[in-house]
């Protein structure tokens, strides 16, 4: 890994885990798959950090350029899918 997980400087450090953890969720989603359960409620913690849609899209842009890893195409298989483990390719 040579790349860093994107964060605002003035969120508390609670909220800054919480991202990070969201973020080391989607990379499981590609290495090796996730826990469909355990990926949607890192994204509820995300999404209490980042309310707006225009941040989160900010971020998950910053963190797919850096790693390769599209958060946005991951929630939204997570969303849409039946299946309880969540694969990425």
Known sequence: MNYSYPF???WSKEE???VVQFFTLV???YEQGIDRD???AGYRKFK???PSKSEEKKYFAEFERDSGYSGYH???KAKES???VIKMK
């Open 8 to 10: 605002d400087v003035s």
């Open 16 to 18: 800054i885990v919480n």
């Open 27 to 29: 990379e499981k989603a």
């Open 38 to 40: 355990i990926l949607l």
């Open 48 to 50: 209490q950090v980042v």
């Open 74 to 76: 991951t929630v939204k």
């Open 82 to 84: 039946q299946s309880s």
